[in-house]
């Protein structure tokens, strides 16, 4: 590329919809949106998957989700098992079951209303399994366990995922900003003015992946969503022999649990350290850590040994009812919100590009958002929120 066409791409400031947030969310809809033949513009105020997208545990887990996020997650999942021919990377993608164990009885009996309650609904990926048969899906799991439920699901490498999706955008002329935060939108009758980094970038268009930011720049536009920043943690183990060939969870304890193929252990969960938002970061807190440890034992004694090789945090973005905001501003035309998922979007993101690209191209989509919309939040506008 000459140095004048890299000139005029640097400093083009128009597009027909302008992104803000360059997560998995933000890289997924530009590149979807730029194959529906819309220019796009992405505004990161960091760089690209410096956030919950490229840091997460990387479950594509369709196991267990609100029922209301089903359709939405099936849709990913048909994604996720052609992800090579979207973006031209495998992004470490591979399928294998997710298992959610039960400890006991009691917990195993709310595992079979669950399976029972989705079946009914249609839904048949999720099966349950006895004690048996979770010994064959889990030869090291504790003794105690007595069974728990299944579905075909994976996991992917987060960092590599945003990255593919953002060389692919990028690739097919997604203008990226990154260091360029958003600090205010306003209309000026015929487009909306989003003014970052020092610049004025316009479009009829504006798109909200912000994550745990998304309430700020939803207020922008005079939309209130209650958004709280959480901070989920991992943990990396040294390696271990090869013992688990699956995505492990349990009904009791918040665990996320799975063997890489290096051996090493990825174990997470809903334990939360300490977000500030303001400042960007996320904290360790030892003792949920402690508790995660504990729990991987518990499931897995030979873990016992383990030795812990790394921590780490990141930022989200969580809603009161635990779901998405997904749809319209129900307040400024040419508004489009997609944030708050709520420590479990990372396997929803192809799904929501596509959907977000429907929305905003066609101005509706075929897959259920009605749980999801943004304007459910607002007779609670002035309540307490999740805080
Ligand atoms: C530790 C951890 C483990 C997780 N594990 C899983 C899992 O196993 N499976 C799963 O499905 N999900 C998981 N999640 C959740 C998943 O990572 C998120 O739901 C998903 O990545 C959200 O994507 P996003 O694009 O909405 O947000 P982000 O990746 O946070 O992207 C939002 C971007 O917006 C940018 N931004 C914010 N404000 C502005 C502004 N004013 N101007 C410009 N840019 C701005 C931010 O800098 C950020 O880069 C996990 C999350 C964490 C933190």
């Not at 009691?106 to 669950?114: P, Y």
């Not at 064959?136 to 579905?151: E, F, I, K, N, Q």
């Not at 960007?280 to 402690?290: I, V």
Request: aromatic share 6%; proline share 4%.
């Amino acid at each position: 590329m000459t140095a004048n066409r890299l000139g005029r791409r640097r400093y083009r400031r128009e597009a027909d919809l302008i992104v803000i947030g360059g997560g998995l969310q933000g890289c997924a809809t530009a590149l979807f949106a730029v194959r529906r033949g819309l220019s796009v513009i992405v505004l990161e105020k960091d760089s690209v998957g410096r956030h919950a997208s490229g840091v997460n545990a990387g479950g594509v887990r369709r196991l267990g989700r609100d029922p209301a996020e089903i359709g939405l997650s099936d849709r990913a999942m048909a994604l996720w098992r052609i992800i090579a021919e979207i973006v031209d990377d495998d992004c470490g993608f591979k399928t294998l079951p997710h298992v959610k164990v039960a400890e006991t009885d009691a917990e195993l009996e709310t595992l079979v209303e669950r399976a029972a309650t989705l079946r009914g609904m249609g839904y048949e990926h999720e099966q349950v399994v006895g004690r048996s048969a979770l010994r064959r899906l889990l030869p090291a799991v504790a003794d105690h366990c007595v069974g728990g439920l299944t579905s075909l699901d994976g996991y992917a490498i987060p960092w590599t995922t945003t990255a593919a999706f953002r060389r692919k955008a990028e690739a097919e002329g997604v203008l990226f900003r990154e260091g360029t935060a958003v600090s205010s939108v306003a209309s000026d009758g015929a487009a909306w003015c989003v003014t970052a980094g020092g610049a004025i970038f316009r479009a009829a268009r504006i798109l909200n992946c912000a994550g745990a930011w998304g309430g700020q720049i939803a207020a922008m536009v005079g939309d209130h969503i209650p958004i709280k920043a959480i901070a989920p943690m991992m943990i990396v183990t040294q390696r271990l022999p090869p013992f688990c060939d699956a995505v492990v969870g349990t009904v009791g304890q918040p665990l996320s649990f799975k063997q890489m193929p290096n051996g090493t252990v990825l174990i997470g969960g809903a334990r939360l350290g300490h977000a500030d938002a303001e400042a960007g970061s996320a904290d360790l807190r030892f003792d949920e850590l402690r508790r995660s440890a504990k729990t991987a034992i518990a499931v897995f004694p030979i873990m016992r040994g383990a030795t812990i090789q790394r921590c780490w945090s990141g930022i989200e973005g969580r809603t009161p009812d635990r779901l998405p905001v997904i749809g319209r501003s129900p307040r400024s035309e040419g508004v489009f919100h997609a944030f708050g998922f709520s420590a479990h979007g990372f396997q929803l993101g192809p799904a929501v590009g596509e959907i977000m690209t429907e929305l905003i191209a066609n101005g509706s989509t075929q897959t259920s958002i009605h749980a999801f919309e943004p304007a459910r939040f607002e007779c609670v506008a002035n309540g307490p929120g999740d805080h």
